[in-house]
């Protein structure tokens, strides 16, 4: 198994130190070991998870529900069906927040037919130089 220092993790997943450093705090990441000069050593299966944190918080997923996945995950597999639950829902939630950005999509895609309708009756209306000789009497 690979071994990283603190700086390659947040490199190789894009979290901060701090956010690192805040989420071992908070139980979201199990306690780093550390070296014999106590610094932080990461391994594979910590790239993994930070993987998979990485995916909730891009979907949204407040960060209590995000330690309560990592207890359920670090309890073992008899808490697999609170994690299908707890995962179910926040699925909902980001089925609802797609429904949302569709529906604000539509109005941005309505707008911009409405101002390419403004551009093309101005392109197509004649100015009054261009505009033909008025009969004579």
């Known amino acids: 198994m690979s071994v990283y220092t603190p700086g390659q993790v947040a490199e190789e997943t894009g979290f901060s130190l701090d956010t690192l450093r805040y989420y071992e705090r908070i139980g979201l990441l199990e306690p780093i070991e550390r070296n014999s000069a106590g610094q932080r050593r990461f391994n594979d299966s910590h790239l993994s998870w930070l993987t998979m944190v990485r995916c909730l918080r891009t979907t949204g ?63 197509n209306t004649p100015a009054c130089d261009d505009a033909a000789p008025a009969p004579s009497r």
């Open 61 to 123: 997923m407040p960060i209590a529900e995000m330690v309560r996945f990592a207890q359920l995950v670090r309890d073992g597999d008899e808490t697999i069906s609170d994690r299908i639950a707890l995962l179910e829902s926040h699925d909902r939630e980001v089925e609802a927040q797609i429904a949302e950005l569709k529906e604000k999509q539509a109005a941005i895609q309505r707008k911009i037919g409405y101002y390419r309708d403004v551009l093309a009756l101005a392109s």
